[in-house]
């Protein structure tokens, strides 16, 4: 069964710009959730989706959005970058919410300059 | 808000030698799970302990909830250097969303 693929893997912006980064979830698993992980603040959870509807989201400023789409793949914008936004970005899926084991993908590396 | 804590931040082992990392959270939990993260890599699921006093082995690895379930620890026997990484634990909040340590990086010495 293929893992959970995140696309772009490495992604270079401007601050100001906006930047769009896409998650394939495991085949039939409809829960996906998106972190932001730094050297300094760890894993912080930024939003959760589970049959195209967000379930959670974490304490980030409106400037992050996500959507999921009817096939489970899920998206996440953020609009006017910061330098402070510099991060791995990582989707995990799990079958459903409140299921343990979530899958990591292999995260997109953001570098606003 | 709701916190989970883990220490130490960074622990440098010399290979054969035994490693514990221990996480506490500020609210009973409902499960509490771990994952590692090799340099470089992703999180990578391990196990999730639900039981008050619960205790799991995975091969040299022991995990265990607290009675209280608010703390957890994972204990690694004689390690080797293929046990370098990121260890993380995380526990649900009472939202769902599941909230991370902020992890104990591993450096073992051949």
């Known amino acids: 069964k293929a893992g959970v693929t995140q696309t772009p893997r490495y992604l270079i912006k401007t601050r100001g710009q906006q930047v769009t980064l896409s998650c394939s979830p495991i085949?039939?698993?409809?829960?996906v959730s998106w972190y932001q992980q730094t050297p300094g603040q760890g894993l912080q959870f930024l939003f959760e989706y589970f049959s195209e509807t967000q379930r959670n989201k974490g304490n980030f400023p409106g400037r992050f959005s996500g959507r999921q789409f009817s096939n489970s793949r899920s998206e996440m914008n953020v609009s006017t970058l910061e330098l402070g936004d510099s991060a791995l970005y990582l989707c995990a899926s799990s079958i459903s919410p409140g299921v343990a084991e979530q899958y990591f993908g292999p995260g997109t590396r953001l570098t606003v300059t | 808000g709701q916190q989970v804590m883990q220490i130490p931040q960074y622990q440098h082992v010399q290979e054969g030698e035994d490693f514990t990392t221990y996480c506490n959270s500020s609210?009973?939990?409902?499960?509490i799970q771990w994952y590692k993260q090799r340099p470089g890599g992703h999180p990578v699921f391990l196990i999730q302990?639900?039981?008050?006093?619960e205790v799991k082995k995975q091969k040299r690895l022991t995990f265990q909830f607290g009675e209280a379930k608010k703390n957890s620890s994972l204990h690694i026997t004689a390690t080797q250097t293929t046990d370098v990484g990121t260890y993380f634990c995380a526990g649900p909040s009472n939202t769902g969303k599941l909230i991370f340590g902020q992890g104990t990086t591993l450096q073992v010495k051949p």
């Open positions: 302990l639900v039981k008050s006093g």
């Open positions: 609210t009973t939990l409902s499960n």
């Open positions: 085949s039939g698993h409809r829960s």
